[in-house]
């Protein structure tokens, strides 16, 4: 079945680096990709649409000169976390789907970010 | 705005108990539902999808979910719980407009007592 592979798992990193995450759908082409947000106890929060070969499209409350999203292939999208604060702390997930509007998302395993 | 709802946020069942978690959503227009399960330590997988035909919907591991529309409901169901279905379920809408923007409701966590 569809896989889609979310590096790094983990990250510890110091307030004011960035930190890149990587999304790749392994079996499939996504042109559409999600990056999500899980807070503790509260549900997925959508941050951005990841769209192959164009501008990502945020959400509002999402700064998008503070997550960039760059798309450039059908299989990989990723996001960087620019100048990390420890209030950027959370677990970051991302999902594909391929070019049917009807096909369910797939879930990376999620990267818990760790801002110190 | 278009949201999703899970009425519960915590569910403790004995194993062989029955299970129904309720989801609604906000949207008039045409929608595709989706229920994902989350085991610990795992990642979000799809449990079943509601596209179009019978509302009554059957999925992975037992599970069962029943599209009302006239209620805007998506409940998930199974009859006999067991102590690995222990996980956090999301219930989850595509409104079919065209986009490919997916709400999730917050999530119901449930633990099966062994």
């Known amino acids: 079945g569809a896989v889609v592979s979310q590096h790094p798992s983990r990250v510890i990193c110091k307030s004011g680096t960035s930190v890149k995450i990587e999304c790749r759908s392994l079996d499939f082409q996504a042109t559409t990709m999600f990056w999500y947000r899980q807070f503790p106890k509260q549900s997925l929060m959508l941050m951005a649409t990841s769209n192959e070969g164009s501008k990502a499209t945020y959400e509002q409350g999402v700064e998008k000169d503070k997550f960039l999203i760059n798309h450039a292939s059908l299989t990989l999208s990723t996001l960087t976390v620019t100048s990390a604060h420890p209030e950027d702390s959370s677990f970051y997930i991302c999902s594909a789907r391929d070019f049917s509007l009807n096909s369910p998302l797939h879930f990376g395993n999620g990267t818990r970010l760790t801002v110190t | 705005a278009q949201s999703v709802s899970q009425h519960n946020h915590h569910v403790i069942l004995s194993e062989a108990a029955s299970l129904e978690l309720g989801c609604n959503y906000s949207?008039?227009?045409?929608?595709?539902l989706f229920w994902y399960v989350q085991y610990p330590g795992q990642h979000l997988q799809l449990l079943l999808k509601?596209?179009?035909?019978?509302?009554l919907v059957k999925g992975i591991k037992g599970f069962e979910a029943e599209f009302i529309k006239s209620k805007f409901s998506f409940n998930l169901r199974k009859p006999s719980v067991q102590w690995s279905d222990t996980a956090e379920y999301f219930c989850?809408?595509?409104?079919?407009?065209?986009?490919?923007?997916?709400?999730f409701g917050a999530g119901t966590r449930l633990f099966v007592k062994a």
């Open positions: 989850a809408v595509n409104p079919n407009t065209g986009g490919f923007k997916t709400i």
């Open positions: 509601y596209f179009s035909g019978d509302p």
């Open positions: 949207y008039g227009g045409t929608v595709n």
